[in-house]
């Protein structure tokens, strides 16, 4: 630690401290256009320029990289000092006039009009000031060093090299962040980048919190737009994380860890809506699926939880349509459950929040739980128009001179008429499915599939969460949908059967199995993926088939596909049926 | 001491067997050293009438191939097995049937029509002429063997005690089988318990074959003149019907060595009734079909399926034939 005097405060501060940060510390304020606190200090626009003193000498310096030494005596508001950062942002404003940044630094420092006029004036609102913070945090912070100064003089401008895009760049942003004129735009170039959006009304930053009910609420890092992860540099969340958690080197790892019995809880998703084009998800404005909604209406989403249109207005009539892919011949003939019910809750809010009209487009309402007809009714009182029908398509309409809005084409059933609703902003339910990779799944623990792809229970009625493989369990939408209560009840179900396995200690099998007989398998693999309940492995070395006695529930497929007889049911061979049949022909 | 003595036959048959014996080469000398040859209608001229003269059980070994095809392939089995002490069905005919028993698949009736009337290569002058069992000639009246309406196989004739199996048996099995034989003659040591299936293995064609094999799914089946085949990886996989998996080893997996699906010559592996249903079974497994319709169309990419699983033991299969057609 030294000892400085700024303005004639003592103050300590650590060696190679720069005035600036020394000066904020003791509460002084320094005007400066170029500085930022996550790129080195660059000098460049020389507002913060300061006096020091030595002896009985004094010069000026540049507060931001002028590092303190022991003794020193800082002047920020002396005479000289005020009359040369009047010069420079006179000289600033004369040339860019119209900056809201230079303008309001201007009038900070008591500057309303410049003494002299610019040659080179720039009366652009989001004009260049070459501060050169765009330059220096893709080179220092980002790594990337696309951006650069070229020329000198009067005719210094930032460019990229060559004056064409640069294939260097990621893309990330950084550049616009900084800009103080917003000079620098990001164009979206996310279908050509690739980059990962996972929420159709916001973008998010490379490091996030998933959703504000995400457990454990902890931020996650996007690899795939993180710049450190892409050059090595940046490192801004790690340098600003004060318990220091980020750590970059963290690396997705396979855990192997042994169980005898598995829960398989992996969910369900969404329909793809484009898949349904005549809806004009991802195509018109103002055409949300229910997730992204439920996205807004979260009081720490992209709106703050105020419902409306891309445009910012508030909807005046927002339509909701049900059953998008769910008991629909072509998609998926079963009926999603929860649907009804969100599309219930988003209709009252809807209500509750905004004045707009709501258009609930259903084919059956189906509000079967504890307390869902009641809160239907409660709908219907709240003034909810109830259409009975399939919605045709979506369409976008303008009348000119007014904002563009959504016209729905739909068959009211109840009163037999075709009609056409206008509205600001369409929600579609789309239907649960089963996950894309749950096949691969089926595969891995040897369980069955309906043919809605959902897990198949052991039992629809008396076993819902166990499988045809024991020890394996299912629970929640991977065995079908349901919403919240449903699946909290299965899977504390199916938690109670394992704790019941687990506190017996030991399981009684049946001993009705297959065997393979050893000496005699020749290792033709023919039953190596038959086994539905993947008892059946290959032993390389021994390069013969082997049946876990324990998995192995007697069905008898192995039986009847070994080409060589080698397999037989215990007790219940080949020769032995022979002979039974033998036996009953010779009586 | 007499040599004991030794018959060869030949019943229904290609006389591959006999080339594969002749292959013996040097070896043939001992055979003809250790034993007094009686019967080998194939090599030598033999009369019938003296293997009849002989008292019963007079000849030590008799190695007996072909299918019964005729009443005559019938009464020489019946004779030599009277004849015989240690009868050996030798080959996959005299064993399973083999090819002639692919006949089981018609009847006498439609083979006749076929083979004397309707071929295409036939003479025009022939054309429609049968044979007839017995003609009267001027000489007197002359006899042909009855042509049976099924093939059969030596064990469903005639009591037989050992098998050697293979289209024809591999030399090295015969030469083998027959070293063990003279040792056992020789040196009075016990006889194998009888129907040991002798010159092969106890596992299957796969044993042998060193192509790699993993995980099967089969999408298409391809006959071997439609695919370039990887020399590596099992044949089944890359949809050649090999028989493999439900044949017997003892070939030491010849022809999967020449990218040949296993033609199931060595006849079905220890336990196994039926080598062709049991292939049906393990194929029927491992085809990569989610429904009804796409196994059908997967099916239906092999090529004669009845003559390709039942190739070599039509005669000895639960089928034994195709049923009759009811004339009615």
Not at chain 2, 119 to 138: D, I
Not at chain 2, 169 to 185: K, M
Not at chain 2, 226 to 250: F, K, Y
Request: hydrophobic share 35%.
């Amino acid at each position: 630690m030294i000892k400085l005097t700024i303005d004639g405060k003592q103050l300590e501060v650590f060696e190679d401290t720069s005035i600036l940060k020394a000066a904020e510390k003791a509460g002084i304020w320094i005007p400066t256009m170029c500085h930022c606190d996550y790129i080195e200090p660059y000098g460049v626009c020389r507002l913060c320029s300061v006096e020091v003193v030595k002896g009985k000498r004094s010069r000026i310096v540049t507060a931001c990289n002028y590092p303190v030494r022991e003794g020193l005596t800082v002047r920020t508001n002396s005479e000289r000092v005020k009359w040369i950062r009047k010069i420079i942002m006179e000289l600033m404003l004369s040339r860019w006039p119209n900056v809201p940044a230079v303008k309001e630094m201007a009038e900070q420092l008591g500057i309303s009009k410049p003494r002299f006029e610019s040659k080179e004036k720039d009366e652009a609102e989001d004009a260049c000031i070459l501060c050169g913070m765009c330059v220096n945090v893709c080179n220092d912070l980002v790594g990337k060093g696309v951006l650069g100064f070229s020329k000198m003089g009067i005719e210094r401008e930032v460019v990229l090299p060559y004056n064409e895009r640069s294939e260097e760049c990621i893309a990330c942003g950084a550049c616009a962040y900084v800009c103080p004129t917003k000079h620098i735009k990001v164009k979206s170039l996310e279908y050509e980048r690739g980059a990962i959006q996972d929420w159709s009304l916001a973008s998010k930053t490379a490091i996030y919190v998933p959703t504000m009910q995400a457990v454990p609420r902890v931020p996650t890092i996007d690899e795939a737009s993180c710049i450190n992860k892409q050059t090595g540099g940046c490192k801004a969340c790690q340098t600003y994380c004060e318990p220091g958690a980020i750590n970059y080197d963290m690396k997705d790892e396979e855990i192997e860890v042994e169980v005898g019995q598995i829960l398989i809880t992996t969910g369900y998703q969404l329909m793809d809506l484009t898949k349904m084009p005549q809806f004009g998800y991802g195509r018109l404005d103002n055409v949300y699926s229910s997730l992204d909604f439920e996205h807004m209406l979260n009081s720490t989403g992209p709106t703050n939880g105020t419902i409306q249109c891309k445009d910012g207005s508030v909807p005046r009539a927002v339509g909701i349509i049900h059953c998008i892919g769910s008991r629909d011949e072509n998609y998926h003939k079963y009926c999603s459950r929860v649907c009804c019910m969100y599309a219930l809750k988003f209709a009252h809010l809807i209500k509750d929040r905004t004045t707009a009209e709501v258009y609930q487009f259903y084919i059956d309402m189906r509000a079967f739980g504890k307390g869902y007809e009641e809160f239907y009714k409660r709908l219907l009182d709240e003034g909810v128009n109830m259409i009975r029908g399939k919605v045709g398509e979506v369409t976008e309409c303008r009348v000119d001179g007014e904002k563009p809005f959504l016209k729905v084409a739909c068959e009211d059933t109840l009163i037999g008429k075709f009609r056409e609703i206008p509205l600001d902003m369409v929600i579609l339910c789309p239907a649960i499915e089963s996950n894309a990779d749950s096949s691969d799944l089926k595969k891995i623990f040897s369980i069955s599939q309906s043919p809605d792809k959902f897990f198949l229970e052991r039992h629809p009625k008396l076993d819902p969460m166990s499988t045809m493989t024991d020890g394996i369990f299912i629970a929640g939408c991977a065995q079908g949908p349901k919403d919240i209560p449903d699946s909290v009840a299965q899977a504390s179900g199916a938690a109670a059967k394992i704790l019941s396995l687990i506190s017996v200690g030991e399981v009684a099998v049946d001993p009705i199995k297959a065997e393979i007989v050893e000496e005699r398998c020749s290792g033709c693999r023919i039953c190596n993926n038959l086994c539905p309940y993947g008892a059946i492995s290959y032993i390389d070395e021994k390069k013969i088939s082997f049946i876990n006695d324990m998995l192995c529930k007697g069905c008898g497929t192995c039986v009847a596909a070994c080409p060589s007889s080698v397999i037989t049911g215990k007790g219940f061979t080949d020769a032995q049926i022979m002979a039974e049949i033998e036996g009953l022909l010779a009586i | 001491m007499s040599k004991p003595k030794l018959a060869l036959y030949w019943a229904s048959s290609c006389g591959g067997c006999e080339i594969a014996v002749v292959d013996l080469e040097a070896k043939i000398l001992d055979v003809a050293g250790f034993f007094e040859i009686v019967l080998w209608p194939c090599v030598m001229d033999f009369k019938y009438k003296d293997i009849e003269a002989l008292p019963d059980g007079d000849i030590t070994l008799c190695l007996f191939n072909g299918a019964i095809r005729t009443s005559e392939n019938e009464h020489l089995a019946k004779m030599l097995r009277a004849k015989s002490k240690v009868m050996v069905a030798f080959g996959s005919c005299a064993g399973d049937g083999a090819i002639p028993s692919l006949a089981n698949f018609y009847d006498k009736d439609s083979i006749y029509e076929y083979v004397f009337k309707t071929c295409p290569s036939l003479e025009e002058s022939s054309r429609g002429v049968y044979p007839e069992t017995k003609t009267t000639m001027p000489e007197g009246e002359i006899e042909i063997p009855v042509f049976w309406e099924t093939v059969k196989t030596l064990d469903q004739v005639i009591d037989v005690d050992y098998y050697i199996p293979g289209c024809p048996p591999q030399t090295f099995q015969i030469a083998a089988a027959v070293e063990a034989v003279i040792d056992i003659l020789q040196n009075g040591k016990p006889l194998p318990p009888k129907g040991t299936v002798l010159g092969a293995g106890d596992k299957t064609c796969c044993d042998d074959c060193t192509r790699v094999k993993s995980e099967k799914k089969i999408k298409k089946f391809y006959r071997p003149q439609d695919i370039i085949t990887d020399p590596e990886q099992c044949l089944l996989e890359q949809g050649i019907v090999c028989m493999g998996p439900a044949t017997r080893n003892g070939c030491e997996a010849l022809c999967m060595k020449a990218n040949m699906g296993c033609r199931g010559c060595y006849g079905p592996p220890e336990g196994v009734l039926d080598q062709g249903a049991k292939m049906v079974s393990a194929l029927s497994s491992v085809i990569d079909a989610q429904n009804p319709e796409d196994a059908k169309k997967i099916i239906d990419t092999i090529a004669d399926p009845l003559g390709t699983f039942y190739r070599f033991s039509m005669a000895s299969s639960i089928l034994r034939r195709v049923q009759k057609k009811n004339n009615k």
